[in-house]
């Protein structure tokens, strides 16, 4: 095969793929279907547009997202290289002004002499080359059909209703008690009990709460089984204690009874740092979600590192598809990267488009891929896309839920422990990349 390979969709993760790739000495094609054709959330023909918030979030390393954009800065990422050029000031976030980012990165990307822009919809990926494909929560409806030959149609998601997660440090454990109903010496569930009085104050406030307006092209989600928590409720006062806030078979061993009503948390990934509210998917506004679900007994304090949504989300079932290299696992020439291999977000997306361009050019050049280490918020983000529970799998945003903590947890401050597990994170990487010869001129051509 010759030294080019096909990126498909211009976006953050398709642009910072294209960019690793090229500056590596490989050709490549890159396709964007807009202006031809659009998405229902784009609005200009420029790649690397961003369609709604301007924000990458915070740059603090006792944040995840800050984590990862340190990351992505040692990795010579294009997309955060344009997001600082086009920076505006937003506190102790990197916010930018979207349209000159947007313009900048396409300005970069078209002036790369390794770099071929094409602007088309592919509705086939090509089986005589290397190929990442990059098309985002939107993919267009004749590739989505085309993807769900290639990966099993169970295996791909066009909707995407996700409940709140919290972490595990944050739960207030004297008031939860573990019982999956019917059993209660099972350690599936945890279960935050609520009284009457109690769960008339949260029904009144959910019902009243601000919810984010749909696009049109969400609006099925609602019809299609991921009814909202709140729509639920709108049917009446007693709905929620039929369905996913229902006590039965379970018995709160500090008073010996049935609760009245019950918030079930499960938990979200292998480690046990991260609880998911079990039927709790919602449009609710973020502040609105930490106002009431914090009204919960046992999540007065909860961090919330991710909220609930609903929208349209193409993704595919990477724990069961996907090697944590970002290739395909029956077709190790097709690499996946961005939000469709469900991570959720500007960064993580660019971020796994990073190690897509890296690893796409090792194989090119016929050295293996690299896994990057789980302690990494890059790599805690595909170890976790790679390694979740394919039955129930949800998309995920950069947090330090995913990074391995144990050795942190004698740090009682949070703020400090969060900042031990980026310093390390950091060091990790260093010794990663030199280990590796990721920067080096000889891997940079
Ligand atoms: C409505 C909406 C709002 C969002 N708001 C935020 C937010 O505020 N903050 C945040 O961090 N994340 C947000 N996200 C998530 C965000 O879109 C993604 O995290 C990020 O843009 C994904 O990057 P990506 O490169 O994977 O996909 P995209 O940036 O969407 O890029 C994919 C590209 O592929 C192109 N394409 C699609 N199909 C084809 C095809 N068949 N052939 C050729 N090209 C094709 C598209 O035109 C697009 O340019 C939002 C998502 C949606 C849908």
New binding site residues.
Partial sequence: MARILHV???????CEAAWQLAERGIEVYL????PQK??P??KTDK???????N?FRSNSLENGAGLLKEEMRKLNSIIIQCAEKTKVPAGSALAVDRYKFAETVTQRIADHPNIKIHR????EIPSDHYCII???????D??SQHLKGLTGSNYLYFYDAAAPIVTRDSIDFNKVFWGNRYDKNGDDYLNCPMTEAQYKKFYQELINAEVHEK?PFEEKAFFEGCMPIEALAYRGENTLLFGPMKPVGLVDPKTGKQPYAVVQLRKDNQEATLFNMVGFQTSLKWGEQERIFRMIPGLEEAEFVRYGFI???TFINSPRIMEPTLQMKNNPGLFF????TGV???????SN?LVAGINAARVLRGESPLIFPKETMIGALIHYITTANPDTFQPMKANFGIIPNEEFLKIKDKRKRKRAISQKALHVLSEFIQKHKINDKKDIK
């Fill in positions: 498909i969709g211009g976006g953050l993760a398709g396709y964007e279907m807009r659009s998405t959330a784009h790649l690397a547009e961003l369609v709604c918030s924000s088309k919809e592919v509705t990059a098309t985002g929560p939107l993919t267009s004749k590739l696009k929208h349209r989300n990267a961005g939000q469709i959720e977000g500007y960064i993580e997306s660019a488009g």
